[in-house]
Nanobody
Framework: QVQLVESGGGLVQAGGSLRLSCAAS????????MGWFRQAPGKERDIVAA????????YYTDSAKGRFTISRGNAKNTVYLQMNSLKPEDTAVYYC?????????????????WGQGTQVTVSS
């Protein structure tokens, strides 16, 4: 079993930055594909970014390209999401997810473990 705990969320003004962290425990995630998703009230949970086990492949949703960066520190069993130039429409609960396959894409069905989420609120 893998336990995932997100941190780093909060309230920020539009144009600001936040860095989300996802700390894994229970077993190493060095061979897992990892993803960040978000869910706004009344909406589905959607992919933000994903990264392969090696870090060599990444995926970003169109709205995240150029503003967000996903990375991983395998030695620390942690995945990060650096978010810059934040917009009010980025407001959501952000979830970290792990896939036992080495790389997973945009579908929630591809992921095996989920964190509890961290709230990100961007004010205008």
């Amino acid at each position: 079993q893998v336990q995932l705990v997100e941190s780093g969320g909060g309230l920020v003004q539009a144009g600001g930055s936040l860095r989300l962290s996802c700390a894994a425990s229970g077993r190493t995630i060095s061979t897992y594909g990892m993803g960040w998703f978000r869910q706004a009230p009344g909406k589905e949970r959607d992919i933000v970014a994903a990264i392969s086990w090696s870090g060599g492949s990444t995926y970003y949703t169109d709205s995240a390209k150029g503003r967000f960066t996903i990375s991983r520190g395998n030695a620390k069993n942690t995945v990060y999401l650096q978010m810059n130039s934040l917009k009010p429409e980025d407001t959501a609960v952000y979830y970290c997810a792990a896939a036992m396959t080495g790389y997973a894409g945009p579908s929630t069905n591809e992921y095996d473990y989920w964190g509890q989420g961290t709230q990100v609120t961007v004010s205008s």
